[in-house]
């Protein structure tokens, strides 16, 4: 007996695998980090454009405001005048309620505005105002400065006009911008949060759907993996599938030679037990007999172990090879009980089975079946006492069909029901009797194959109820 | 160049001297008139410098003090010139300046003489129009008007517009010859400002110029002495005088007139600032926050042809055209351009 509490308890899915960094918590925060540099960007993209367009509409409106100052200059003769329309001034100030400065310069004289205005550095040429950043009285303005040739005092004379602006406008708007850029930067990251998640997730859906899709698999389904998964996951299930079909071919190859080992003993087996019942029979000596009673027994223990082998192997084949169709289990058991008759009667045993009115047919491989079946009939013989009656019922329940096999034997102990399934393991009382531990297993394997269910229960007054259960077809 | 909007022969509170000339040799703030509330050697007090004469401040004042009677006041008045220059030239701690001459206080505000006023709930209350950033609020606004005699004109035939003004004049030059007065725009700021914001709605001004001028018009430095000749018969007809001043006055002489021009009505605000140099800038808020609050604009309103900036201003309401605040204003201080627009006056005034 091996251990029973861990190996089994745990599901042949979960292998124990090494964890490196999540993939999925990787690409969530690349996306995140994306989308937070896409934001700023968004937003200082945003922000020096508006910057750069205020800047722009005040400089023009600046432009034009310092030519109007100075084309209203005027010379008479040796006076300069002056038509300084007051909705030039206003204008400058329109837009943020901005301070405003000017001044004009003859002959490096201030006549009229601000001294307090500074000149640009070089002195502006051409019909294009020169802008320029000054302070007037501790205030950063921007400024703009024109030259302008006017008739004084009977001479070409160059004008100077300086025009300056608070930018308070021009700053509040682009606050106001930047505020606004800021709140649609955050807007886009919030948003790119749960995208991402999504994003992440449906990228990953496909690993975790081939995945469960193997996870779900019976213990012997060792076909190739069909669903259609994107190219990026190609390799990955191709090496996959590359596993699986070695897997099988040395899964298969051990079952052939489990097969081909098995069916090798038993001829001989079969020629040393003849051999033996002939010299059992022209023996005289008592305790000659006894050895040979026992080279017989051992023979028989031997042969059965060796065709229940083969049974296995024909069972793992078959269960992969899927071969279907309709089998009534009316006609089935009639042979099968017929076939086991001689068996029971040999040990004293009646085999009680009544064929029911209305076939029962299921959807299944027959060959399967009735191997299963036998197997359960077989159990049933073997651990019976002499005298006892085995009962074999047919009938439907609900969507399946159900086989019960009654008998009188010595019956399982609870604790060993669960543990009685897989290969070579045996129940902890029948030690005295020959049996490979394959019986139950292959008839668990093939109720599994057909989607079927198999029990073991005690039998009220002694004995056990082994039931099969198979979908109707 | 003196420019006075106070009217002398009013109650006179208390007269710290005519002309008074402060100890500082360069300072020259001449003081027109003083009024002290509570105690003057109290600790905190509040300093105004204002143009608004003692009658017509005395309403607000006193019942800031009544509200406020921790604080004392101080209240100067000067001409408009005069204020100017004690803020902007020697620094004066005073801690608000309120006064008519709109372009002054916004000369004063744009080359950072004053000082930021805190947001607060009566002040965001002032329409944009009556303040100017966070520097300069409106307290007041009163419309520039005409007066006339009544009798001047015959029944029915009082001008409610300038063009009915020149049609009259015209009609009858004899009567009226020498007998129409207007400020003179070369010695009053206040007439400078007036006639250039009229020149700029339209050409009327200009052909009222020329109507009076070869009237032999007579030209004024202030409001109160063209409401004395007004009142004396000596003229018939004031152009562009000073609403509160007018209404006062009309309100106590019967043979007064005062029309608000229906084609268009200037409207001034009389407005305040806090100066850099205040001394106690606190003590300035909690006068501004009195002047809008419910109890001030009553004040106010106390006066004839004054209305708060809080409430609805009298006259036609189409016709009401406030002077802008903003710095569209410097322009009226610029020396060139008052040059200019001085010899087109004389050449309207001194026709051969």
């Not at chain 1, 009977?154 to 800021?182: P, S, Y």
């Not at chain 2, 105690?39 to 105004?48: E, G, S």
């Amino acid at each position: 007996m091996t251990d029973t509490a861990a190996p089994r308890s745990l599901p042949h899915r979960l292998a124990a695998v090494s964890l490196g960094g999540s993939l999925q918590r990787k690409l969530i925060w690349q996306f995140l980090a994306a989308a937070a540099v896409a934001a700023l960007t968004l937003f200082l993209a945003i922000r020096v454009t508006a910057d750069r367009a205020a800047e722009a509409a005040q400089d023009a409106v600046l432009a034009a405001a310092t030519l109007a100052l100075s084309e209203g200059l005027l010379a008479e003769d040796d006076q300069l005048d002056m038509d300084l329309p007051a909705t030039v001034l206003s204008m400058l100030s329109a837009m943020g309620e901005d301070h405003v400065f000017y001044r004009v310069v003859l002959r490096g004289q201030t006549v009229t505005g601000y001294e307090g205005l500074a000149l640009p550095d070089t002195i502006p040429t051409g019909n294009e105002p020169l802008f320029y950043e000054t302070m007037v009285n501790g205030t950063p303005v921007r400024a703009a400065s024109l030259t302008r040739a006017i008739l004084f005092d009977g001479a070409q004379t160059e004008v100077q006009v300086a025009l300056a602006q608070t930018r308070h406008g021009q700053a509040a708007i682009a606050d106001a911008i930047a505020w606004r850029a800021g709140f649609l930067g955050i807007g886009f990251f919030v948003l790119a949060v749960p995208m991402s998640l999504l994003a992440a997730r449906a990228i990953l859906g496909p690993v975790g759907e081939v995945a469960d899709g193997v996870a779900r698999r019976g213990p012997q389904d060792l076909r190739p993996v069909a669903e259609s998964v994107p190219p990026e996951l190609a390799p990955f299930i191709a090496a996959l599938n590359g596993f699986i079909l070695r897997l099988r071919l040395a899964h298969s190859r051990t079952e052939t030679f489990i097969a081909e080992a098995a069916h090798h003993i038993r001829t001989p087996l079969s020629a040393i037990r003849a051999e033996a019942e002939v010299a059992l029979h022209q023996a005289g000596d008592d305790k000659i007999r006894t050895r040979l009673r026992r080279v017989i027994r051992s023979a028989e223990e031997c042969s059965r172990s060796a065709s229940q082998l083969m049974d296995h192997a024909l069972v793992m084949s078959r269960s992969e090879q899927e071969v279907r169709g309709p089998v009534e289990l009316g006609t089935l058991l009639d042979g099968l009980v017929a076939s086991m008759r001689p068996t029971a009667e040999l040990r004293e045993l009646s085999l009680h089975w009544q064929r029911p009115e209305h076939p029962v047919v299921v959807l299944g491989d027959r060959l399967l079946v009735e191997t299963a079946l036998r197997n359960i009939l077989d159990n049933a013989i073997k651990y019976s006492n002499p005298d006892d009656a085995i009962d074999v019922l047919l009938d439907v329940s609900g969507r399946m069909a159900r086989i019960s096999v009654l008998d009188r034997g010595r019956g399982i102990a609870r604790a060993d029901l669960a543990s009685l399934a897989p290969r070579f393991q045996r129940g902890e009382n029948v030690r005295d009797i020959v049996g490979s531990g394959l019986g139950l297993t292959m008839v668990t394997e093939v109720s599994d194959s057909h989607d079927g269910v198999f029990r073991l229960d005690p039998r009220e007054g002694g004995g056990t109820c082994a039931v099969l259960c198979l979908p109707l077809a | 160049m003196r420019r006075s909007l106070s009217s002398p022969g009013l109650i006179r509170v208390l007269i710290v001297g005519l002309a008074l000339v402060l100890a500082r040799p360069a300072a020259a703030l001449v003081v027109e008139e003083e009024f002290v509330l509570g105690p003057a050697d109290a600790a905190p007090v509040l300093r105004i410098l204002s143009t608004t004469d003692v009658s017509a401040a005395r309403p607000f004042l006193e019942a800031f003090h009544n509200a406020n009677p921790d604080l004392s006041i101080r209240y100067t008045v000067a001409s408009t010139i005069s204020a100017y220059e004690a803020i902007a030239d020697e620094q004066l701690p005073f801690d608000l300046v309120i006064s008519s001459a709109m372009d002054l206080q916004m000369k004063l505000a744009n080359d950072g003489h004053a000082r930021p006023i805190p947001h607060s709930a009566a002040i965001d209350a002032v329409p944009h129009t009556a303040r100017w950033r966070d520097l300069i609020v409106g307290i007041s606004v009163e419309p520039v008007v005409i007066v006339v005699r009544s009798g001047a004109f015959a029944q029915g035939k009082v001008p409610r517009t300038r063009r009915e003004l020149i049609d009259r004049l015209r009609e009858d030059p004899e009567r009226f010859r020498g007998k129409v007065g207007t400020y003179d725009p070369a010695t009053s700021g206040a007439g400078y400002l007036f006639a250039s914001q009229d020149a700029a709605f339209g050409s009327t001004f200009w052909r009222l110029a020329e109507v009076i001028g070869r009237l032999d018009a007579r030209l004024y430095c202030c409001s109160g002495a063209m409401i004395n000749d007004l009142a004396d018969g000596r003229l018939l007809v004031a152009y562009n005088l000073v609403g509160s001043y007018s209404r006062a006055r009309a309100a106590e002489d019967p043979r007064l007139l005062v029309i608000e021009p229906e084609d268009f009505t200037l409207q001034l605000l009389r407005t305040a600032l806090v100066p850099r140099s205040a001394a106690n800038p606190d003590a300035a808020l909690r006068m501004l926050e009195f002047l809008l609050s419910e109890r001030g604009v009553t004040a106010i309103n106390l006066v004839p042809g004054q209305s708060s900036v809080l409430s609805t201003p009298s006259g036609r309401p189409g016709a009401s055209r406030t002077i802008r605040l903003d710095p569209g204003l410097l322009a009226n201080l610029d020396r060139i351009r008052k040059d200019v627009f001085l010899r087109d006056w004389t050449a309207a005034m001194v026709q051969p």
